[in-house]
C-alpha cells in the first residue's frame, strides 16, 4: 500500500496584518516549526510520497530564515516530494520555486499544462499556477489510462466553485479517472 502525506495551504510568510509586529514574527517561527513536523511525520509513518498541493508560500517573497527551513526540512524527508506551486506562490521568472536551490528528492511542477511522472507503481499528475489567476480547471483534458497503475495528481484548485483559482468540479475530477487527488 502507497503512503501518501499530502499537505497545502501553508502559507508560509504570510504577513499576519492584523497582529503587532512581535506577535507576527512567533507567528511566522510557529509555521516554519511546521516544516519540521511534517518532515517527521514522513519519517515516523514511513511515507513513500509527499504531496504539497499549492500555496505552501504565502506570496514571492520569502524570508531567508523560511526558505532555509523549507529547504532543510524537505531534504529530510527519505521520500519523493513533489510541490504544486499555488495561486499565492505562483511559479515564475521570480518566484522562490526559482530562486532558491531545491534538494534532489524535490520536484517542483513549472508548467501550466499537466506533467506526467512515472513513479514505481503509480503515475503521478502535476502542474502549477504561472498566475495569481486561473479560469480554467486544472484537470481539464486528463482522462488517465486504464493500465492498472495507481493514477495520482498534485495541483491546487477550487473543488465545487468557479472562479479565478483553478476551478475543479466533481464531473472533472469523476471524468479524470484519477485514484488520488491531492
Known amino acids: 500500500m502507497l503512503k501518501i ?65 523549507l529547504r532543510s526540512a524537505l531534504a529530510s524527508i527519505p521520500c519523493p516530494v513533489f510541490i504544486s506551486p499555488g495561486n ?13 536551490d531545491w534538494p534532489e528528492n524535490v520536484h517542483i511542477f513549472a508548467s501550466g499544462a499537466l506533467e506526467q511522472v512515472d513513479l514505481s507503481g503509480c503515475t503521478l499528475w502535476g502542474r502549477a499556477f504561472t498566475d495569481a489567476h486561473q479560469q480554467s480547471c486544472p484537470l481539464a483534458g486528463l482522462s488517465v489510462p486504464d493500465d492498472g497503475k495507481l493514477h495520482l495528481a498534485v495541483l491546487h484548485g477550487n473543488v465545487g466553485q468557479d472562479g479565478d483559482y483553478g476551478p475543479i468540479s466533481p464531473a472533472d475530477i469523476a471524468a479524470s479517472g484519477l485514484d488520488y487527488l491531492a
Open 5 to 69: 502525506i499530502h499537505g497545502a495551504d501553508f502559507h508560509l510568510d504570510s504577513p499576519f496584518s492584523g497582529l503587532t509586529p512581535e506577535r507576527a514574527a512567533q507567528r511566522r517561527g510557529e509555521q516554519r516549526e511546521l516544516l519540521d513536523a511534517l518532515a517527521g511525520l514522513a519519517r515516523e509513518k514511513g511515507a513513500d510520497l509527499v504531496l504539497l498541493a499549492g500555496d505552501l508560500l504565502d506570496s514571492e517573497h520569502v524570508y531567508r530564515e523560511t526558505a532555509q527551513a
Open 88 to 100: 499565492h506562490d505562483f511559479y515564475g521568472e521570480r518566484s522562490a520555486w526559482t530562486a532558491l
